[in-house]
C-alpha cells in the first residue's frame, strides 16, 4: 500500500476527486493548507500598509491505494490539477506499512 | 356634589410629539453607531487576538459615560455655568459678559467655561421641558430627559473613537478610569464653551454636531494619549491585519446611516434643517469614499481600489460634514468632502512619515480620519456656510394664514424684526469672520484637549503603576486579559465539571439517559 500526498491549487480539487472517483478510489482526506514552491506569494494592502504574504493557499489531500492503482492514481491526479502555469503543485508518494479500519478492525488493503 | 373634572395631559403645551419623536429616534440612531457600530468595526480591523479586548472596552466605556453623564456630565455641558461675580445673566441663564476688554474677557471666559456639575436623574429633570444655553432661539419641544440622551449617546461615542489610538496595549482598568475622567474635563467642557452656551458660542464659533467638540477632540486626545502609552508590540505592528472585513462592512455601514441621527437631529426639531442636514451628511460621505477609493486606484502604490480605503473615505466624509451639516448646500457638502478626503488621504499617505506623526503609534490612525477631517470640515463651515441654509427659520403669514418660510436676503429687505439662522461662509459673503471663530475654536480644542489627556494619562500612571500591560501579557491578548477568544475551537475545549473525564463534582441533570451497554453498530455499509 502507498500513501499519495498530492498538494494542489484549491479551484482543481473538484476535477481531481471526479477523476479519482471514476477510478474506483474510495475515499481521501483533504485539508487546507499554505505554502510555497516556484510560485512567488503576493502583497495585500490593509488600510494603506503593505504586507507580503509569501505562503499561497493550497489543498492537500492524503490518499491510501494499492500498490497496483499507485500509477494510474498519480497520473489522474496530475492530468487533472494541471494547468501548465507555475504553482501546480506536487504530489509524492510514500510506502504504507498498514491500515486498520477503526469500526470493524479490518487490517491491510481489506480496510481501503 | 361633582367633582372637577380632571384632564390628563400626555403632551404638555410646551411638548410637540413629532420633535420629541426624531429626537429620541435620532439619539437612538447615534446609540447604534457605538453599539454595535464602531464595536463591530473596530473589533474586525484588529487581529483576532484583540477582538474581545475592543469590544470589553467599547461596551464598559459605553456605561461609563452613561452614568458619569446623568450622574454629573449633562448639567456640566449644558447646564447652568458657573457665574462669577460681575457677569449678568440672560434670559437664557447663561452669563452675558459685561465687558470685553482686558480682564473683562478673561474673565468673561471663566465664567463661561462649565456648567455646575449636578445629576440629571429627577422627575423634573427628566420630564420637564428641556432647557439650555444650546439653544436660545426657539424653546425646545420635548422633555430635557429627550435632551440629556440625545448628547449622552455623542458624550459616549467620543471616547470610544479615541479607543483605536490606544488599543492593543492600555489596560482594561486604564481605560475604566480613563472614559469618566476625560467625558468629565475634556468633553463636558467643549461641549459647554461650543453649544452649552459658553465662552465660543457667544463669540459665534459653530460645530453644528461636533466636528471639533466630538471628532477633532477624539483624534487629538487619541493621538496625546498613544504617545503617553508608547507602541504596541513590535510583533503586532508588523502583524496587524484585519480578522473579518465582512464584519468591518457592517459597523461601518451603521456608523454611515446611524449619522443621519447624528447630524440630523441637531437643529432639534423635525423640520427642514434636519432634513437638509441629512441629506448633505449623506451626499458628502459619498463623495469622500469615492474620493478616497479614486485616489487609492491612481495614485497609491498598489494602484488597488481598497475596501478599508473606503471605509476611511467614508468616515472622512461623515466627520468633515459634521461641523457644517445643516448650514452648507448640497453643493458645499460636495466641496466639503472632496476637500477634507482629499487632505486626509494625504495626510494619511505622507504626513504619517513625518515627526511626531511617524513617532506615535495611533494603531487604527484616529488622527488622520477624525482629528484632521474635523479640523478641516470646522474651517470649511467658514467658507461653504450658506445664510440661505436657515437652521431657524422665520416665516410670513400668506393671505390663507400659512407660514411661508423666506430667505435671509428676503429679511434684510422686509419689516421682519425676526432674524433667522444660517452661517454667513466666505464663500456666499467674502466675510472671513466666520472662518476666524472657526479657527479660534480649533485652536482651542486642539490644546485643551491635549493638555488635559496628557494630565490624564500620567496621573493614571501614577496612580495605577503603569497603563500598558507587561509584554508578555499583549503577546497572547483577548485569552490573557479576559480569558475569552473572539473565534473558539469547540472541538478542543470541554466544559470543566460535565460528562466523562471532567474533573470536579459532575453535574448531572434530571432524566439524562444514561449511556447505552452495548454500541449500536452504525448502520452504514461500504469500506
Not at chain 1, 501548465?84 to 480496510?111: F, S, Y
Request: with cysteine; net charge negative.
Amino acid at each position: 500500500m502507498k500513501l499519495v500526498v498530492a498538494v494542489i491549487k484549491p479551484f482543481k480539487l473538484d476535477d481531481v476527486k471526479e477523476s479519482l472517483k471514476t477510478l474506483g478510489v474510495h475515499g481521501m482526506t483533504v485539508s487546507e493548507v499554505q505554502g510555497f514552491g516556484r510560485q512567488r506569494g503576493h502583497t495585500e494592502v490593509y488600510r494603506g500598509a503593505e504586507y507580503e504574504v509569501e505562503f499561497v493557499p493550497k489543498v492537500q489531500l492524503e490518499i491510501v491505494v494499492d500498490d497496483a492503482q499507485v500509477e494510474e492514481v498519480t497520473t489522474a491526479i496530475v492530468d487533472a490539477a494541471g494547468t501548465g502555469k507555475i504553482g501546480d503543485g506536487k504530489v509524492w508518494i510514500l510506502p504504507v506499512e498498514e491500515v486498520v479500519r477503526v469500526r470493524t478492525g479490518e487490517r491491510g488493503p481489506e480496510a481501503l | 356634589m361633582l367633582a372637577a373634572a380632571v384632564t390628563y395631559v400626555p403632551y404638555p403645551s410646551w411638548l410637540n410629539p413629532g420633535d420629541n419623536t426624531w429626537q429620541i429616534t435620532a439619539a437612538t440612531f447615534v446609540g447604534l453607531m457605538s453599539l454595535p457600530g464602531l464595536a463591530v468595526l473596530y473589533a474586525s480591523i484588529v487581529p483576532k487576538k484583540w477582538a474581545v479586548n475592543v469590544l470589553g472596552m467599547m461596551f464598559a466605556g459605553f456605561s461609563l459615560v452613561m452614568l458619569s453623564w446623568f450622574l454629573w456630565g449633562y448639567k456640566m455641558g449644558f447646564g447652568v455655568p458657573s457665574v462669577g461675580h460681575g457677569v449678568t445673566q440672560g434670559v437664557s441663564g447663561i452669563a452675558q459678559a459685561n465687558d470685553e476688554t482686558g480682564v473683562g474677557w478673561v474673565k468673561h471666559f471663566f465664567d463661561n467655561l462649565i456648567g455646575v456639575p449636578g445629576p440629571a436623574l429627577s422627575p423634573q429633570a427628566e420630564q420637564g421641558q428641556a432647557v439650555s444655553g444650546a439653544n436660545t432661539i426657539i424653546p425646545f419641544h420635548f422633555p430635557t430627559a429627550s435632551l440629556a440622551y440625545f448628547q449622552l449617546v455623542f458624550a459616549a461615542i467620543t471616547p470610544l473613537l479615541f479607543l483605536g489610538s490606544v488599543l492593543g496595549r492600555i489596560k482594561f482598568l486604564a481605560w475604566c478610569l480613563l472614559v469618566p475622567l476625560w467625558s468629565t474635563c475634556v468633553y463636558s467642557v467643549d461641549a459647554f464653551l461650543l453649544w452649552g452656551g459658553g465662552y465660543f458660542s457667544q463669540e459665534g464659533a459653530l460645530d453644528f454636531s461636533g466636528g471639533y467638540v466630538i471628532h477633532m477632540s477624539a483624534g487629538v486626545s487619541g493621538f496625546v494619549a498613544a504617545w503617553v502609552l508608547g507602541p504596541r508590540l513590535l510583533r503586532d505592528r508588523q502583524h496587524f491585519l484585519p480578522n473579518n472585513l465582512v464584519m468591518a462592512a457592517v459597523g461601518a455601514g451603521i456608523l454611515w446611516l446611524g449619522w443621519n441621527g447624528f447630524n440630523g437631529g441637531d437643529p432639534y426639531y423635525a423640520g427642514a434643517s434636519a432634513a437638509g442636514a441629512v441629506v448633505n451628511t449623506n451626499i458628502c460621505t459619498a463623495t469622500g469614499l469615492l474620493t478616497w477609493v479614486a485616489l487609492d486606484a491612481w495614485l497609491s502604490k498598489e494602484k488597488k481600489p481598497t475596501f478599508l480605503g473606503a471605509v476611511n473615505g467614508m468616515i472622512c466624509g461623515l466627520v468633515g460634514i459634521t461641523p457644517c451639516a445643516g448650514w452648507v448646500n448640497g453643493q458645499g457638502a460636495i466641496y466639503v468632502g472632496l476637500i477634507c478626503t482629499t487632505i486626509v488621504w494625504v495626510a494619511w499617505n505622507f504626513l504619517s512619515k513625518v515627526r511626531p506623526f511617524s513617532k506615535v503609534d495611533d494603531a487604527l490612525g484616529v488622527i488622520y480620519t477624525h482629528g484632521i477631517a474635523g479640523f478641516f470640515g470646522g474651517l470649511l463651515l467658514g467658507v461653504f456656510g450658506d445664510p440661505n441654509m436657515l437652521e431657524y427659520g422665520c416665516g410670513h403669514l400668506d393671505a390663507a394664514g400659512q407660514v411661508i418660510a423666506t430667505t435671509t436676503t428676503q429679511y434684510a429687505t422686509g419689516s421682519s424684526k425676526c432674524t433667522p439662522f444660517g452661517v454667513d461662509g466666505l464663500a456666499y459673503t467674502g466675510s472671513a469672520h466666520q472662518l476666524w471663530e472657526q479657527f479660534r475654536a480649533a485652536l482651542w480644542v486642539i490644546i485643551w484637549s491635549a493638555l488635559v489627556t496628557f494630565l490624564l494619562m500620567h496621573l493614571l500612571k501614577l496612580v495605577l503603576r503603569g497603563v500598558r500591560y507587561k509584554d508578555e501579557i499583549l503577546e497572547v491578548g483577548d485569552l490573557a486579559i479576559h480569558g475569552e477568544e473572539a473565534f473558539p475551537e469547540e472541538a478542543f475545549a470541554s466544559r470543566v465539571g460535565i460528562g466523562v473525564g471532567a474533573s470536579g463534582s459532575e453535574e448531572v441533570f434530571e432524566n439524562e439517559p444514561s449511556p447505552p451497554d452495548d454500541p449500536v453498530p452504525s448502520g452504514g455499509s461500504g469500506s
